[in-house]
């Protein structure tokens, strides 16, 4: 698939056949994350698949967001490190160009997925952290739920030029 193709195309998917995704998909999904784009170079990534039924389900349990995830192949938890990048700003940034190629990625391969957020909503960074057990400098930032899609759903064109300015802010 052609890269403004996926762009164009990509919809949040949050409807599953229940299919476990192949591991070359997987590679190429995680591989994706690693792509992307980094400030400082610091590359403070790190992942955490969840294909654990009894980690999904409680995922799903404090996640109302997250209710497809036992439908899916599988979670991948994007966290950061605090160690590696302290500026919190670039911190997020960094983990959401990550879930944005994983996003793309998983549609490209033809599968169906969703970024669920986790940062800065406490108590779902609280939760995802515990059930993980994620050290104290491993903020967990988004989940990018992957699954085989059991339908399809029709690209939204969401360019609208009232929102764009140049070299100033406008108000018309």
Excluded at 104 to 128: E, N, P, Q, R
């Amino acid at each position: 698939m052609d890269v403004l193709e996926a762009i164009m195309t990509r919809r949040s998917i949050r409807s599953y056949t229940g299919e476990i995704i192949k591991e070359e998909d997987l590679r190429i999904i995680l591989q994706a994350g690693f792509q992307a784009p980094s400030a400082h170079n610091f590359e403070p990534r790190e992942y955490v698949v969840i294909s654990d039924r009894d980690t999904i389900e409680r995922i799903a349990g404090f996640h109302k967001y997250a209710q497809m995830l036992p439908k899916a192949g599988c979670g991948i938890v994007v966290c950061g490190d605090q160690t590696k990048q302290s500026e919190m700003g670039f911190l997020v940034e960094d983990c959401s160009a990550s879930i944005q190629n994983m996003l793309l990625a998983s549609h490209g391969l033809g599968l169906g997925a969703v970024w669920c957020g986790l940062y800065s909503v406490k108590k779902l960074t609280d939760a995802m952290a515990d059930i993980l057990r994620l050290p104290d400098h491993i903020i967990p930032i988004g989940m990018v739920v992957v699954g085989v899609r059991d339908r399809e759903k029709d690209a939204v064109d969401r360019y609208d030029e009232s929102k764009i300015h140049f070299d100033r802010w406008r108000e018309e």
